[in-house]
C-alpha cells in the first residue's frame, strides 16, 4: 500500500502518517529523515543535497526525487510505504509518477487532512514550548499543570516564533500556492481521499483506516 499525506503544516498529516505506519506496518518517510540519512552516510545524493542545504537553498525537485525513489526501493519499503512532505509541488508529484511509472509501480492513495486556516491559526498559536527540556504543551488540549511552567523541568514555556499566528498564515499562504494544485493533480489521477482534520486525532485515523481497508 502505496500513500501520500496531504495537508497543510499544523494540520495533523505527520501525526497520522506514523499512526498508519504502525498499523499497517509500512515505513513512514519523511524527506527530512532521507536527507539527514543520506547525509549522515556520505552518498552521493547526501553530499549533493548537503551542498544545497549549507548555503540555506532547497534541495532542487530533481534530487529530492531521486533521494526519494531510491529510500522507496529499499527492502522495508517492500510492501508499501506512507510518504510524508513529498510531493510539496507539481514538479515533484509529475517526477514521482514517471520514475514510479519506470520501476512499474504507482501510488494507490494520496489522503489530504483537511483543516480550514482558522483552527490551524488557533491550534498552532495555543502551542508552548520549553526550551530547555523541549517538552512541548498546548494551552487548550495539553496544558501544563501550571500556567506557563514546564511540568518537567520548572522552566517558563514560551510562544515559538514560528507558532505566531501571522507566522502560521504566512506558512499557509505557501501551501495554499505550492501544495494546493496537488490535491488537483491526485483528484485527476482519482487517487485523492479526503478526511475531516477538525475531529479528534482517532476519529480522523478511524475515516483513514475506513479508506484503506482493515
Known amino acids: 500500500m502505496k500513500i501520500i499525506m496531504l495537508g ?14 504502525a498499523k499497517y506496518q509500512i515505513p513512514h518517510i519523511s524527506t527530512g529523515d532521507i536527507f539527514r540519512a543520506n547525509i549522515k552516510n556520505g552518498t552521493e545524493l547526501g553530499k549533493k ?50 520514475a514510479l511509472n519506470k520501476l512499474g509501480s504507482k501510488v494507490d492513495y494520496a489522503i489530504d487532512v483537511d483543516v480550514p486556516d482558522s483552527n490551524i491559526v488557533n491550534r498552532m498559536s495555543g502551542r508552548r514550548a520549553c526550551l530547555k527540556c523541549g517538552a512541548t504543551y498546548h494551552v487548550v488540549h495539553a496544558a501544563p499543570k501550571v500556567e506557563g511552567v514546564c511540568d518537567t523541568c520548572g522552566e517558563k514555556l514560551v510562544l515559538r516564533d514560528d507558532d505566531q499566528p501571522e507566522t502560521v498564515q504566512k506558512r499557509l499562504n505557501v501551501y495554499h500556492e505550492q501544495t494546493q494544485p496537488l490535491i488537483d493533480y491526485y483528484t485527476k489521477e482519482g487517487i485523492l481521499k479526503s478526511v475531516d482534520g477538525t475531529k479528534d486525532l482517532e476519529e480522523v485515523f478511524a475515516d483513514i483506516v475506513a479508506i484503506l481497508g482493515e
Open 49 to 98: 543535497a548537503k551542498t544545497y542545504m549549507d548555503q540555506g537553498l532547497l534541495v532542487p525537485d530533481e534530487l529530492t526525487c531521486d533521494l526519494v525513489v531510491d529510500r522507496i526501493q529499499q527492502p522495508d519499503a517492500a510492501n508499501g510505504y506512507v510518504l510524508d512532505g513529498f510531493p510539496r509541488t507539481i514538479p515533484q508529484a509529475e517526477c514521482l509518477t514517471e
Open 8 to 21: 497543510a503544516p499544523g494540520a495533523g498529516k505527520g501525526t497520522q502518517a506514523k499512526k498508519i505506519a
